[in-house]
């Protein structure tokens, strides 16, 4: 018997176009990248339909599981994962959102592989790990042409081959990194792994990491101690005879975010590895890896806070709460568009970056990508749990239940500012660029001052951010609010050239001189609330 009827529930947010943010869709435009907006609907209606999530879902229910040995107590190393994660992982292959982009002939590249990137990673946060390094280890291996002639042509294919075998008898591979140690974390400088160069040009790497994730790639790129120090290796978990190369996964770690990907500890004894780059010079080999991923590190955030965003909208517009919709209660009103205007802020700052890397090669380009991916990796990462947290809240009770989505996203919103480099080491970083190469302060601002004169309250931030420049003996201290301030005006300046007049207007008015409280919701009466709410409430067919 029937004790009540069901009603004032939200339908499921299913089956609909992902891409459909004109955040993303614009900065193409923007580009000049219409080409890509048909595959990037096309890789959003796939990320908002039931079948993608429920790869998500079976994906994240059935954690990988480690096995060691064999029935006959033979050495494997390998991780079986749930079906659903190799399904993920071929549809992002065959998107390109691994290294695709660094040899695909149409314009804007990497522009369009990080858009397809932010839309495709609402699936499955877990499997965007492989994804990324496998992107981000191209320019890395390019220090050593003979490698690079051989597996770059597999790492940029579009062909997906689990299993491990011959790397070069696949039609395409995925790449992973091997730096973190127990007694260093980010001080890769402290690594006690070392490489013994052999006779025949190849070294034997013996050592233990802390911390590898997706194991199951076909090589990495390994951080060890060589006789001039610490060095970079291309270490494959198949020999090019077909023989296992000694990779031995100790254990896989239980994490607080993604289920789906493994990550685990990892013990080489006599592992064969080649050079890449010079000895002694594993860390600058390595960073053209790490920068990449750090920009992904960006995407990610910033996707999480569009997610999170659209799912509150949607909540919001058919909840019923004191007599009216959530999305015409003004208090909420506030709150999502709050959320939205810091949604659209990462988003253009993070696209933006991409469209740098199109630059590559650029002086200029590559100058200021490089302090303001630090700058952005830093804030965009850091604000990325105090979002998503608000637009859980805005569920009220069902976005503390897991099948709301927002759980799994908030127990992965503090990961990207802890992977590749935690907020500390990227303040570190934004110092080191303007230590390194005092120009690059020089082309950050020149970039931020190109949208001055069209809004009074960005000029005045710009103003007084050029004053935190002027005392350098205390600026490792205040560090961390100055490269927040940088990161604020940098997406002021870029919404105020670029957004929406009322995202723009409302950035300016909450972000930039005037302290914006400590929650979401805060925006000043006069706002357009209105156009901002309409950009980030999903639009159902």
Not at 204 to 226: R, Y
């Amino acid at each position: 018997m029937a004790t009540h009827e069901v009603r004032n529930q939200v339908p499921p947010l299913v089956d609909y176009d992902a891409a459909d943010y004109p955040a993303l869709t614009e900065a193409l435009l923007r580009a000049g990248a219409r080409h890509v907006l048909e595959e990037l609907h096309r890789v959003g209606r796939m990320a908002g339909s039931a079948e993608a999530m429920q790869w998500g879902d079976l994906a994240e229910a059935h954690p990988p599981q480690l096995k060691t040995h064999d029935r006959y107590g033979n050495r494997i190393d390998e991780v079986d994962y749930d079906p659903a994660y190799h399904r993920l992982l071929r549809q992002a292959v065959e998107f390109g959102l691994g290294g695709t982009a660094w040899t695909d002939p149409l314009p804007n590249p990497h522009l369009a592989r990080a858009a397809k990137l932010s839309v495709w990673g609402q699936t499955d946060a877990g499997h965007g790990c492989p994804i990324s390094m496998t992107y981000g280890v191209v320019p890395a291996l390019r220090h050593n042409a003979a490698l690079a002639s051989q597996y770059e042509p597999l790492l940029t294919s579009t062909n997906y081959e689990p299993g491990l075998r011959d790397p070069l008898s696949k039609r395409g591979l995925l790449a992973g990194m091997s730096m973190t140690e127990k007694q260093g974390g980010s001080d890769v400088r402290a690594n006690t792994t070392t490489a013994v160069s052999q006779s025949d040009g190849s070294y034997l790497i013996t050592g233990h990491k802390w911390f590898t994730s997706a194991p199951m790639c076909d090589v990495f790129l390994v951080l060890a101690q060589a006789p001039a120090g610490l060095s970079c290796f291309f270490v494959p978990r198949v020999l090019p005879d077909g023989s296992r190369n000694t990779f031995a996964l100790q254990r896989l770690k239980d994490k607080l975010g993604n289920r789906s990907n493994a990550s685990s500890e990892v013990e080489y004894d006599n592992t064969v590895g080649w050079l890449v780059g010079e000895e002694g010079r594993g860390v600058a080999t390595i960073a053209d890896m790490v920068n990449m991923t750090r920009l992904d590190c960006t995407i990610g955030s910033a996707s999480a806070m569009r997610i999170g965003v659209t799912l509150a909208a949607h909540h919001a517009t058919y909840r019923c709460a004191f007599g009216a919709t959530l999305i015409d209660q003004p208090l909420m009103r506030n709150v999502i568009a709050d959320l939205a205007v810091e949604a659209e802020g990462a988003t253009t700052v993070a696209m933006w970056l991409a469209g740098l890397v199109d630059k590559d090669g650029n002086e200029h380009a590559d100058l200021l990508r490089r302090i303001s991916l630090a700058i952005s990796k830093y804030y965009v990462c850091k604000r990325a749990p105090i979002h998503v947290a608000e637009a859980l809240e805005c569920h009220g009770g069902n976005g503390y239940i897991e099948e709301s989505r927002m759980p799994r996203l908030f127990r992965e919103s503090p990961l990207m500012s802890i992977w590749e480099g935690t907020g500390n080491v990227a303040v570190l970083d934004v110092l080191r660029a303007m230590a390194k190469q005092p120009q690059a302060l020089a082309v950050f601002l020149d970039e931020i001052k190109l949208g001055a004169g069209a809004d009074a309250r960005l000029d005045a931030a710009i103003a007084a951010l050029e004053q935190q420049f002027t005392d350098f003996d205390t600026m490792q201290y205040r560090a961390r609010r100055v490269v927040g301030e940088m990161a604020q005006v940098l997406q002021g300046s870029l919404l105020v050239r670029f957004g929406h007049p009322a995202v723009a207007d409302a950035f300016c008015a909450s972000r930039l001189g005037r302290d914006h409280g400590d929650v979401h919701g805060t925006l000043p009466v006069g706002t357009d609330i209105a156009a901002i709410i309409d950009r980030c409430t999903p639009k159902l067919s």
